[in-house]
Nanobody, 118 residues
Framework: VQLVESGGGLVQPGGSLRLSCTASGSTSGIANMGWDRRAPGYNGDLVAA????????NYAASVKGRFTISRDRATNTMYLEMNDLTPEDTDVYYCNARVYGPDGGNFWGQGTQVTVSS
């Protein structure tokens, strides 16, 4: 599975961004997807996660009520709507996917920079 993120950038405090992550390859085995704030291959700090089939969501306490994760199964795309951003949200955000099946494993995207600054 290949993951490609987009949507990062520079925003002022209180602003909003929308991150996208599109999966390609063996997408039929995707069990869940999410966003971390650390380098791929390491245990990241969870930002948000969503189960691919049922759409159940999970959020870090620091973003609950401000961020919304969603997915479009038709396009294999996951979104992270980020509102009321603060400088503490500044980081590189990595899309990740857990995939079951013969081509299964944990996968990460290349990361997208989010900078919140005035």
């Amino acid at each position: 599975v290949q993951l490609v993120e987009s949507g990062g950038g520079l925003v002022q405090p209180g602003g909003s961004l929308r991150l996208s992550c599109t999966a390609s390859g063996s997408t039929s085995g995707i069990a869940n997807m999410g966003w971390d704030r650390r380098a791929p291959g390491y245990n990241g700090d969870l930002v948000a996660a969503i189960t691919w089939a049922g759409g159940s969501t999970n959020y870090a306490a620091s973003v609950k009520g401000r961020f919304t994760i969603s997915r479009d199964r038709a396009t294999n795309t996951m979104y992270l709507e980020m509102n009321d951003l603060t400088p503490e949200d500044t980081d590189v955000y990595y899309c990740n996917a857990r995939v079951y099946g013969p081509d299964g494993g944990n996968f990460w995207g290349q990361g997208t920079q989010v900078t919140v600054s005035s």
